[in-house]
């Protein structure tokens, strides 16, 4: 489980997180809490690549959930 947040000013609405500590040979699904998606992704893409997660306004967040498949 991971809590991204974006607090108050000027930021970027999008934000690139990369994981560590996942097995890159691994499969995980993923979920983005606030909207209820999910996807199964590589661990090797998630470490390398990292996912977009967006929080379009300030004092917003997003919760991505990792389940290894």
């Excluded at 995980?28 to 998606?37: A, F, L, P």
């Amino acid at each position: 489980m991971v809590g991204l947040f974006r607090l108050a000013g000027d930021a970027d609405v999008s934000y690139r997180f990369r994981a560590r500590g996942l097995d890159r040979g691994a499969l995980y699904r993923v979920t983005w809490d606030n909207s209820g998606e999910a996807a199964e992704i590589a661990g090797w893409v998630v470490i390398n690549d990292g996912l977009e997660v967006r929080c379009e306004r300030p004092l917003t967040s997003e919760l991505l959930l990792f389940e290894r498949v």
